[in-house]
């Protein structure tokens, strides 16, 4: 069975602020998939990034970075120096075996 | 390049009527999915094509729920009757070849809600 647990709900940030959004997921197997995604008040889910289980490799993108450690199973997302824009629904997925499951995102409210 | 495609965006529809959401996925993607998204929750997956064949449909209630892509392109979700639970977001996604390397891109979704 694959499971992904967004633990936070709802985080509130300070603009400029950095924050973390966790995500910690389940799996028997060895390859496998994770997935970021952002969901603005528009509703279009947005990718952000795509790992594989066998690439440890922390990836920076900007003002965004991932952390990926197998170890934990734990793909967890930074945003630094975070702006109103980012406000939004964030949700990680593990893909496994054609098969994709969402948690339940966290709701990132960045205040002015 | 066009993204995924949905009409309409919203819909309002009381219990037991008929309601059908359209989607056309980005050109080339074999892959197409309908999910389902309740407040507050992740998409969850009803149905996977792959071209016009369904991969995956274990998630769809097949006594209220249908969905089609005839000619392996668009596809049409139809809901009949409705229930007041099925108020939701409904979200198209496409892939590549629908591996699980692929990355899914999403439609704008269509906002049911059943009065």
């Known amino acids: 069975a694959q499971k992904v647990t967004q633990a936070q709900t709802e985080i509130s940030v300070v603009e400029k602020e950095d924050v973390t959004l966790d995500c910690v997921y389940e799996?028997?197997?060895?390859?496998?998939?994770l997935f970021w995604y952002k969901q603005p008040p528009s509703g279009e889910l947005v990718f952000l990034i795509r790992r594989n289980s066998f690439d440890e490799q922390n990836e920076i993108s900007g003002r965004y970075s991932w952390n990926f450690q197998k170890s934990t199973s734990s793909f967890n997302f930074t945003i630094t120096a975070s702006q109103v824009v980012d406000s939004a629904v964030y949700f990680c997925a593990l893909n496994e075996r054609d098969k994709i499951i969402f948690g339940k995102g966290t709701r990132l409210h960045i205040l002015p | 390049e066009a993204g995924v495609a949905q009409s309409p965006r919203y819909k309002i529809i009381e219990k037991r009527q008929s309601v059908a959401f359209w989607c056309n996925p980005i050109s080339g993607h074999a892959t197409l999915y309908w999910y389902q998204q309740i407040l507050g929750q992740g998409p969850k997956l009803l149905i996977q094509?792959?071209?016009?064949?369904?991969?995956?449909d274990s998630q769809l209630p097949k006594d209220r729920f249908s969905a089609e892509r005839l000619k392996g392109v668009d596809s049409t979700l139809k809901i009949q009757p409705a229930k007041l639970e099925d108020s939701a977001v409904y979200l198209c996604?496409?892939?590549?070849?629908?591996?699980?390397?692929?990355?899914?891109?999403f439609g704008p979704g269509t906002r049911l809600t059943v009065l």
């Open positions: 996604a496409s892939s590549l070849y629908g591996r699980a390397m692929d990355t899914q891109y």
């Open positions: 094509f792959q071209n016009n064949g369904v991969v995956d």
């Open positions: 799996t028997r197997d060895t390859t496998y998939y």
